[in-house]
């Protein structure tokens, strides 16, 4: 039986929306995103006619978007809010939810133990970041099984879970599943280990996005710092440039944090943990020169839209402008990215091709391990070419086969 949607009107939806969140213990730039989406969604609606929210309208909105802007990252944002506006009007908000902007269907006695799955993963100390994973990898492996007529765990096997396994499309979760079966065999009373039923995977390598000096000095040099614009977006480049901030760090900084400050004392949102750097000149004065055209507004963090309502940035906003100021400068990326990540392995790889020693770079880049930052030494060919051995000649059957000798 399909479940009666409630009516809201507009403005009393998005209260109960972001009251919610607050509940839930987002943060308030989080908050803040949602806000303004919902003003993006109600907008549209009430200029088609829509006088209050229904789960019709939000799914003809984002259908609207998709077909003009396709499903970029803005979409996914705004589908996210669509989830979450029509679990308000069927009263069904739940944490099973995907964090990714996907709902998982499947029995009340599997959203229980994904929900214990969580609990239990906070308790053992696994960071928020981390447990969003697990609840993502877990619901949708949940869902394949509850497809393949499995609604409790008594009826798992090994063929259900080979099957679940196989629509898991991202690979990447398998290790999530792994774990989550030798759990149940742990805690939940499973008889048997079926997590040497998952397949392995390794995750390939993948090479750091890096950008030479020169290139991006280039990026730096085509800003123009005669704008308000211009001025935000140097002085967050910079930020990640030369002192290899992440954007999340970005754009949680307050004025309190850089006004009249030589050091930049903050505790990273990725990791929790303290961050204290030198606060260098260069990065100082183009934020000292940003903030002395800032606009006026009821927020204390540094960077904020250029125009009204003056809303802090998000991450998104980060990656956007530096897009745009690696297409201004004419750089040819290739195949790197051009965000803020981009421009802080760049840092982590010249200073450890400068030969500064791991425990430096590992300070300056907020990580907790030195093998975090090893991999940016791989990207060095000309050094790592000083240390290459010479191949063996060949000799026997394979120097045969190379002349032709063996067919």
């Keep these: ?51 209050h929210y229904t789960v019709e309208g939000g799914n ?94 008594a009826d798992m096997s090994p063929v259900s879970i080979s099957r679940a396994c196989i629509k898991i499309t991202d690979h990447r979760h398998w290790g999530e599943i792994k774990l989550f079966l030798r759990y149940l065999t742990e805690y939940e009373g499973i008889r048997f280990d079926y997590s040497t039923i998952v397949p392995n995977y390794t995750k390939p ?30 002085a967050m480049l910079l930020l990640a440039s030369r002192m290899g901030l992440r954007s999340g760090d970005i754009v949680s900084l307050r004025i309190k944090d850089v006004q009249n400050k030589n050091d930049l004392n903050i505790i990273q949102k990725k990791t929790g943990n303290p961050l204290h750097l030198p606060l260098l000149k260069e990065v100082k004065l183009a934020i000292e020169d940003y903030l002395s055209v800032r606009p006026s507004a009821r927020t204390d963090f540094v960077f904020i839209n250029v125009y009204a309502p003056y809303n802090p940035i998000t991450t998104s906003s980060i990656r956007t402008a530096l897009r745009k100021c690696f297409d201004l400068a004419g750089v040819d990326s290739g195949k790197r990215k051009k965000g803020p990540h981009a421009l802080r392995s760049s840092l982590a790889s010249a200073m450890v091709n400068d030969g500064v020693n791991f425990e430096t770079v590992r300070k300056v880049l907020g990580h907790s391990s030195n093998n975090a930052i090893k991999h940016y030494a791989r990207i060095d060919v000309e050094n790592l070419r000083r240390y290459s051995l010479a191949p063996p000649l060949p000799s026997g059957r394979f120097r045969a086969f190379l002349c032709g000798e063996v067919e």
């Design 60 to 153: 003809c909105f984002l259908q609207n978007y998709c077909d003009e802007h396709g499903k970029n990252q803005y979409y996914a944002d705004l589908r996210t809010v669509i989830y979450r506006l029509n679990d308000i009007l069927q009263n069904t908000w739940n944490n099973v939810h995907s964090d990714k902007g996907r709902h998982f269907c499947m029995p009340d006695a599997f959203v229980e133990i994904v929900i214990r799955y969580c609990r239990w993963s906070v308790d053992t100390g696994h960071a928020p970041g981390t447990v969003k994973n697990k609840r993502y990898a877990i619901s949708w492996f949940m869902e394949e099984l509850s497809k393949a007529d499995c609604s409790s765990l």
């Design 205 to 234: 390598y993948v090479i750091p996005s890096v950008y030479s000096i020169n290139e991006i000095k280039s990026v730096e040099n085509a800003i123009d710092t005669a704008t308000v614009l211009g001025k935000r977006n140097y």
């Design 1 to 51: 039986m399909q479940m009666q949607e409630q009516i809201y009107l507009f403005e009393g939806l998005r209260e109960i929306l972001l009251e919610k969140l607050k509940g839930r213990g987002c943060s308030a730039i989080t908050i803040t995103g949602y806000r303004y989406q919902c003003n993006s969604i109600f907008k549209w609606l009430n200029e088609k006619g829509y006088d």
